[in-house]
């Protein structure tokens, strides 16, 4: 089977891509580069030289492969419009990333006790509009024909796989760590976020891409963790003794762009019960506490 990964010099669309080979499918990746192109070659997958705005080349490629996953750009419209239409009626599967940071809210480290599942209606801030839209338009082709599947993976955490690249969030919080000696929380860190290891995230996609009903979605989270307790899990790694400062949204958003209300400062809670149910997803994956301290963060960031 022909699948074609965009994202594939990236941690999740990479970590998938890497997997897709080992089970023994056929992978081609979207390049934008010549140095992409090469490392995607090097890695036994198929390059595909072009952007995610290229529509007459990701036409063209939907009309030869099997399915797609989409795991560049969540909040990018364009990228999902050329293979919505060429799959039309064929059956074919399409994947969409997008992620439980369309649940979040501005909470500047409080805790807000709301779970969402599946089913939970709710209104996404401004910024993951856009989102929320083009994952409905997704499930809504559904109707057209398509094997069409939305994933919103939690944070994502542990090295990627067969990439040289790891998600955003937990890296910044250490970065940020070891260049003020002080391990920073934004307010007073009672905020939650869902968490999943890479490794069950690309476990789930597989299956996702062999047996999810069309139309289907998927919260992805194996357990979660307040910001206050990844952040003394950072502070005794960096051997900081687990102390940590309260750290006025002002200046996290100076260090870290506007992002950080809906990423570091707010709650994304989320539970993946139907991806254990319909897809007989098992997650197996290290926790994420585990991997600061004793894993991937230890060997990487570690004294
Ligand atoms: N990591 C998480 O915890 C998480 C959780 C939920 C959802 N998400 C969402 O999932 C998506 C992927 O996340 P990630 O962590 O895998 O990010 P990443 O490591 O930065 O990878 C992004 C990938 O998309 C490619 N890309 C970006 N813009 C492109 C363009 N215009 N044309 C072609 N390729 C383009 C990048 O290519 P280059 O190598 O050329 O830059 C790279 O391969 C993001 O939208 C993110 O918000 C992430």
Redesign the pocket.
């Known amino acids: 089977m022909k699948i074609f990964v ?9 970590s998938i891509a890497t997997r897709l080979l080992a089970e023994g499918y056929e992978v081609l990746g ?4 010549d140095a ?1 192109a090469e490392s995607l070659r090097q890695r036994g997958i198929t390059p595909v030289a ?4 290229d529509y007459g080349l990701l036409k063209q490629v939907a009309r030869t492969v099997d399915g797609v996953v989409n ?6 419209p364009f990228v999902v419009l050329p293979f919505l239409e060429e799959f039309r009626g064929s059956g074919k599967v399409f994947i969409q ?5 369309v649940v979040s809210t501005y909470d500047k480290g409080e805790f807000v006790d709301r779970v969402f599942t599946e089913d939970t209606p709710f209104t996404p801030m401004p910024e993951k509009a856009t989102r929320v839209a083009i994952d409905e338009q997704v499930l809504r082709a559904a109707l057209d024909g398509i094997r069409s599947v939305v994933i ?6 542990g090295r ?1 796989i067969g990439v040289n ?1 790891s ?3 937990i890296p910044k919080l250490i970065e940020q760590a070891k260049k003020t000696g002080v391990a920073r929380h934004i307010g007073r860190g009672l905020n939650v976020w869902s968490h999943v290891h890479i490794t069950d995230v690309v476990d789930l996609y597989l299956l996702a891409l062999q047996r999810a009903p069309a139309g289907s979605l998927f919260y992805v989270e194996n357990g979660e963790a307040s910001m206050k307790t990844a952040v003394e899990a950072i502070s005794r790694m960096l051997g900081l003794g687990g102390s940590t400062a309260e750290w006025p949204i002002e200046e996290a958003v100076e260090f870290l762009g506007p992002g950080a209300h809906l990423t570091f400062g707010s709650n994304s809670r989320v539970k993946a019960d139907k991806a254990r149910k319909v897809l007989g997803w098992e997650p197996k994956g290290p926790s994420l506490l585990h991997e600061i301290e004793h894993g991937t963060y230890k060997e990487i960031y570690g004294p």
Request: no cysteine.
């Open positions: 965009t994202g594939a010099t990236g941690y999740i669309g990479g979207l390049a934008r580069s992409a072009g952007t995610l705005n795991a560049a750009q969540a909040d990018n990333t997008s992620g439980s940071s919103r993976p939690s944070l994502i955490y990627g690249s998600s955003v969030q």
